[in-house]
C-alpha cells in the first residue's frame, strides 16, 4: 500500500505537468494497493485543491485542471478532511448521501505528512445503499 512517505513526498512535488502524471501514474498503478474499481480516491493539497479524482475521466485529472481549481470541487470545508488536517491523529471520517443517486458513500481521509505542515490529503471513498 502506498500510504507512507512515498505518497507525500510525490504530492508535495507536483508542480508541472510532468509531475503530475507521475502522480497519477503512482495512484493508478495496480500495485499501488488501492482498487479504483470498488474505491473512489480524492487527493487534495494542503489547501483542499484536489490534485486527482479517480471518480474522473483521465482528461479531467490534468495538471492544467489542478492549478486552475476545475478537477472538482475545494475539499477544505469536508468534514473528514478537515478532522485529518486539523486533528494530530491525521485521520477523518465521514458518511454522505448523494442527491442524485441516492446511495451513500463512507469517506474516508487520511493526512499526508506532519500535523500543520503537510502535503494534503487522500480521501478514499466507496458506495454503499
Not at 448521501?97 to 481521509?109: F, H, K, L, P
Not at 487520511?110 to 500535523?115: A, S, T
Request: aromatic letters at 6%.
Amino acid at each position: 500500500m502506498i500510504l507512507d512517505n512515498s505518497l507525500e513526498t510525490a504530492l508535495a512535488a507536483v508542480t508541472d505537468t510532468t509531475s503530475h502524471y507521475a502522480f497519477k501514474t503512482l495512484i493508478l498503478n495496480p500495485n499501488s494497493g488501492i482498487d479504483t474499481s470498488i474505491y473512489s480516491v480524492i487527493v487534495a493539497d494542503q489547501d483542499g485543491k484536489v490534485v486527482l479524482d479517480t471518480a474522473k475521466l483521465d482528461a479531467q485529472n490534468t495538471f492544467n485542471r489542478c492549478k486552475e481549481n476545475q478537477i472538482n470541487e475545494n475539499l477544505n470545508t469536508r468534514v473528514d478532511v478537515m478532522e485529518a488536517q486539523m486533528f494530530p491523529e491525521g485521520t477523518g471520517f465521514s458518511t454522505t448521501q448523494s442527491g442524485i443517486t441516492d446511495t451513500y458513500q463512507a469517506n474516508v481521509a487520511i493526512r499526508l505528512g506532519k500535523w500543520r505542515n503537510s502535503a494534503g490529503t487522500i480521501r478514499i471513498s466507496k458506495n454503499f445503499s
